[in-house]
């Protein structure tokens, strides 16, 4: 099976999520389960089904979250030298189109979050991040539009 590169606290995240699932909401789930048994009738039992939907999101997160902690590749940024755009990076790069600068972390596809501008390396922007230096421009051809990019700064933490 392939490695899944990921920073450390995106790691961390995903663990916290997995002991969360496994401490709080399979057993409230269980005892979510056998309240609603006591209510009679299953085949009209409202609680109970949605109960049991419930345990079948959970248990298949907690498999998907155990399948992604044993096959990561846990990457501590702070000791990646280089000059170049890698994997963990956060880069600044200047946005020609809309004279804005903006900050990117390139990790992993399971911690990509745009929002907080952490973005999967297997994503377009991420893509054509990769193995640049700064002064380098970038295009992008992302699907909405295409998206030109000055890198700035690189640096790892």
């Given amino acids: ?23 709080v909401e ?9 309240e609603a048994r006591s209510h009679g009738d299953l085949s009209e039992n409202a609680e109970y089904h949605a109960a049991k939907e419930r345990q079948s999101f959970v248990e298949g997160r907690i498999q998907e979250l155990q399948s992604k902690t044993a096959l990561a590749q846990v990457i501590d940024t702070s000791k990646i030298k280089s000059d170049r755009v890698t994997f963990g990076a956060k880069v600044k790069v200047y946005d020609l ?8 972390q390139l990790v992993g596809p399971d911690e990509a979050d745009a929002g907080s501008g952490r ?37 790892f933490e």
Avoid: C, H
């Avoid at 399979?26 to 056998?34: F, G, T, V």
């Avoid at 189109?97 to 990117?104: A, C, M, N, P, Y």
């Avoid at 297997?122 to 699907?143: F, H, I, W």
């Fill in 119 to 155: 973005i999967s390396i297997t994503s377009p922007v991420g893509r054509g991040l990769m193995s640049k230096e700064v002064g380098d421009t970038v295009v992008v051809n992302a699907p909405a539009k295409t998206i030109e990019y000055e890198i700035i700064e690189i640096s």
């Fill in 26 to 34: 399979r057993p409230k789930n269980i005892k979510d389960i056998e």
């Fill in 1 to 23: 099976m392939k490695r899944i590169p990921m920073t450390e606290q995106g790691f961390r995240k995903m663990k916290e999520e997995l002991e969360r699932l496994l401490r």
């Fill in 97 to 104: 189109g809309t004279d804005e600068e903006r900050l990117f």
